[in-house]
Structures are given as C-alpha cells and as structure tokens.
C-alpha cells in the first residue's frame, strides 16, 4: 500500500508539518468555532486510483489457451490519476463526534486496463500489449463519521469513517462511443468504504483541512454481458483509490 501511493502519503505528511508549525502560535484563533452546528465548505484533491483484480480459474486453464482471441498472459491496472473537488457539510454533534455529507461531488479518473495476449497456433508470434482505458466522470455523495481529538491551541486531528456513493454523469455517451469498448462492459455506479485522516488547522477567518482518504469499491465493476473476451477471465474488477483532499471552511 505505501509503495503504491507513497506520493499521495509523502504529499499529506508535508502538509502536516508546514500547517502543524505554523498553527502553533500563541492566539487562539476562532475560539467559538464550535458553536455553531452546521457548517459548510468545499475541497479539492488528487490521488492515485485502479482496479483490483482477482482472476478466474479459467486464466489458468485450458479455456484460455485454445481461446480464438490469443491466451490471455496478464490483466492488470497501473495506477492512474485522480481529480476531485465539491462542496461539504459538516453538522457538529457534541466535542468528539461530527456527521458530514455532500450534496454535490465531482471526481474525474482515468483507469487503466492492461492485459497481454500471445496467438499459441504461431510460434513466431510475440507478445501484444492492450491498453483499455477507462475514463469517467462521477457524481459522488460521501457520508462520514468524523471522531475528533481535543483542540490544542489552533490544531485538531481527527479520522472518519463511512461510504461513497458514486454515478457516472456520461454514462450514456461513454456506452454509445467506440473510444473505448471496455466502458460499455462496466457498471455505471459504484458504492465505496472510504476513511482517513485529517488535521484542523485554525486561522483567523477560515479553517484549513488536509485530509488522506482511502476509497475502497464493494462492487464488481463488470457486467455479466460483455463482448470483451479478456473479462471472461476477469471475476472482479474493484475500484482502489487513495486522495489527497484539502478542505477550506
């Protein structure tokens, strides 16, 4: 996990550290911030994201080999960018625990499939390397759990916890379009376990959040009716995604 997103991961860390030590001064900015209950604000962030893959037992047969298409060597996915931004809102219930939803996400990611093919019937043939790209745009609406620390001074940490819904906003355009086969053979929603870790951070007329969210997909992403021979040896693609977000309230 850490070499797979260590980017991300190393990004957070700095951010702590330059808004952990300039937070750390002797005014205690907005003292009252807790009183109100319900508070809104909006994000931006980045991350890394692809699918986990778990195979068949038909990769390993002899299904694959006599396959008309070529045997399937390898179906895997490289880790992609990640685009997020939306609004949030955060509704205080007592000194240790908050509720937060959003009405109104977008993400925009670039997944990749890559799988590898070899023609058995011809001894001369070489490997083929194919790339299928998975591009999309998504409606998101998280629910989290968010349990705090006590404030000190001008800082707080905290984690959360809860899901991710996700829609596909093109999902009818993508389906008609012959950029990309694959998208026609995913679902066009997906439901997500996401959690993470954040820092409040306390300035004199807003509050800043860095926050590293880790989004795990529950769902198989395929369809049971595909025209991608390389799926028949796919038994489910899940999303992965880790993000860097930074919250502004």
Same mark, same amino acid.
């Given at each position: 996990?850490?070499?797979?997103?260590?980017?991300?991961?190393?990004?957070?860390?700095? #951010?702590?550290?330059?808004? *952990?030590?300039? +937070?750390?001064? $002797? %005014?205690?900015?907005?003292?009252?911030? !807790?009183?109100?209950? =319900?508070?809104?604000?909006?994000?931006?962030?980045?991350?890394?994201?692809?699918?986990?893959?778990?195979?068949?037992?038909?990769?390993?047969?002899?299904?694959?080999?006599?396959?008309?298409?070529?045997?399937?060597?390898?179906?895997?996915?490289?880790?992609?960018?990640?685009?997020?931004?939306?609004?949030?809102?955060?509704?205080?219930?007592?000194?240790?625990?908050?509720?937060?939803?959003?009405?109104?996400?977008?993400?925009?990611?670039?997944?990749?499939?890559?799988? #590898?093919?070899?023609?058995? *019937?011809?001894? +001369?043939?070489? $490997? %083929?390397?194919?790339?299928?790209?998975? !591009?999309?745009?998504? =409606?998101?609406?998280?629910?989290?759990?968010?349990?705090?620390?006590?404030?000190?001074?001008?800082?707080?940490?905290?984690?959360?916890?809860?899901?991710?819904?996700?829609?596909?906003?093109?999902?009818?355009?993508?389906?008609?379009?012959?950029?990309?086969?694959?998208?026609?053979?995913?679902?066009?929603?997906?439901?997500?376990?996401?959690?993470?870790?954040?820092?409040?951070?306390?300035?004199?007329?807003?509050?800043?959040?860095?926050?590293?969210?880790?989004?795990?997909?529950?769902?198989?992403?395929?369809?049971?009716?595909?025209?991608?021979?390389?799926?028949?040896?796919?038994?489910?693609?899940?999303?992965?995604?880790?993000?860097?977000?930074?919250?502004?309230?």
């Amino acid at each position: 996990m850490f070499n797979l997103h260590r980017k991300e991961i190393t990004c957070f860390l700095f #951010v702590l550290a330059a808004l *952990g030590a300039e +937070a750390q001064v $002797k %005014t205690r900015h907005q003292p009252n911030y !807790d009183a109100k209950p =319900l508070r809104f604000g909006y994000y931006i962030g980045f991350g890394a994201t692809h699918f986990d893959v778990k195979h068949r037992s038909s990769f390993l047969s002899a299904a694959n080999t006599a396959d008309p298409n070529g045997t399937v060597l390898s179906i895997t996915s490289p880790n992609t960018t990640a685009i997020r931004a939306g609004a949030m809102i955060n509704y205080f219930v007592n000194d240790y625990f908050d509720i937060r939803f959003s009405p109104l996400n977008i993400s925009v990611q670039k997944r990749e499939v890559i799988y #590898v093919t070899e023609d058995p *019937g011809n001894p +001369a043939s070489r $490997k %083929t390397v194919n790339t299928e790209p998975v !591009d999309k745009a998504w =409606l998101e609406i998280p629910f989290h759990v968010k349990y705090k620390s006590e404030r000190r001074q001008n800082t707080r940490m905290y984690v959360f916890g809860g899901t991710r819904w996700a829609f596909e906003t093109n999902a009818i355009g993508k389906r008609n379009s012959a950029r990309s086969v694959i998208n026609a053979s995913l679902r066009t929603n997906d439901l997500m376990l996401e959690y993470g870790v954040g820092l409040e951070v306390f300035r004199a007329y807003f509050k800043v959040t860095p926050e590293l969210h880790f989004s795990h997909g529950l769902f198989d992403m395929t369809r049971k009716n595909n025209n991608l021979h390389f799926l028949e040896h796919v038994k489910s693609l899940k999303t992965h995604t880790v993000s860097l977000v930074i919250l502004f309230q």
